[in-house]
């Protein structure tokens, strides 16, 4: 039986997406994005976890698309393949819990896509961030759209233009990353970030991830509405009951779900 491209685990209320090519420097081919995405979607339908860490085997957290899969494709079966590579995209702005990403080596084109598409972000600080796709005569389009996001249009013309890969730091600096730490920290910092999330309210959670991307597509005022209107839902669930009545007596909440 061959090795899972992306293997899926969980520990108490956190769930792992590995990414498992490490041979190819974590490429994306067909099975690779089916498995990621359906790993996302099922950590998120488990009613046990609560956040969800993207990591990888071997070196790098991923170099972008396989070279050899841009060959022997018509036009109409192009658009279905890269469909599918930018797929995370959708899901995980879709998906009711966190993810966080945890960045080593090379975070490249479509590897960089994945890192800018997901919620929160922990870097080694020898990691490299691109989107290098311009370099053999392709065109980060996918990765752009998460990023046009978090940076403003002329830095995002560069990177995507330029194909520079910039540092840790750097991203970090653009909003790109919120923390960078030596690399033998990586796994302590991100199940510290994991932890801490996964010790919120998972209703408190939910209601944050999907105001916060709503507002992005709303006029200002239609934005700040929904989101009073969200956080008034919020209000009425047993698990904000029990959260400010446990601050009130000084106790731990133990979350419910409801």
């Not at 339908?45 to 990888?56: F, N, T, Y």
């Not at 819990?97 to 600080?125: H, M, Q, R, W």
Request: proline share 4%; aromatic share 6%.
């Amino acid at each position: 039986m061959s090795e899972p491209n992306v293997i899926v685990e969980k520990e108490g209320n956190i769930g792992f997406l590995t990414l498992n090519r490490p041979q190819d420097a974590n490429t994306f081919n067909a099975a690779f994005a089916r498995e990621l995405n359906d790993g996302l979607v099922k950590l998120d339908e488990d009613p046990d976890v609560r956040v969800i860490v993207i990591r990888a085997n071997g070196k790098h957290f991923s170099t972008g698309i396989a070279l050899t899969e841009f060959k022997d494709k018509t036009p109409k079966e192009y658009g279905e393949f890269i469909l599918k590579m930018d797929e995370h995209n959708h899901t995980i702005a879709h998906l009711k819990k966190p993810v966080i990403a945890s960045v080593k080596g090379y975070c490249l084109a479509n590897g960089a896509g994945l890192a800018f598409a997901c919620d929160l972000t922990v870097a080694a600080e020898d990691s490299k961030f691109g989107t290098t796709a311009i370099n053999v005569g392709l065109i980060c389009l996918g990765p752009a759209a998460p990023l046009a996001r978090l940076v403003g249009r002329k830095k995002v013309l560069e990177m995507v233009l330029t194909g520079d890969m910039i540092s840790a730091q750097e991203a970090m600096g653009l909003g790109l990353v919120n923390k960078v730490v030596p690399k033998e920290q990586l796994e302590e910092a991100t199940m510290e970030l994991a932890h801490k999330l996964a010790a919120k309210s998972p209703l408190a959670l939910q209601a944050g991830k999907k105001g916060i991307y709503q507002m992005a597509d709303m006029p200002y005022e239609k934005g700040l509405d929904m989101l009073s209107m969200l956080f008034a839902s919020l209000c009425c669930t047993e698990d904000a009951e029990a959260g400010v009545r446990a601050f009130l007596e000084k106790k731990a909440p133990e979350w419910q779900g409801r």
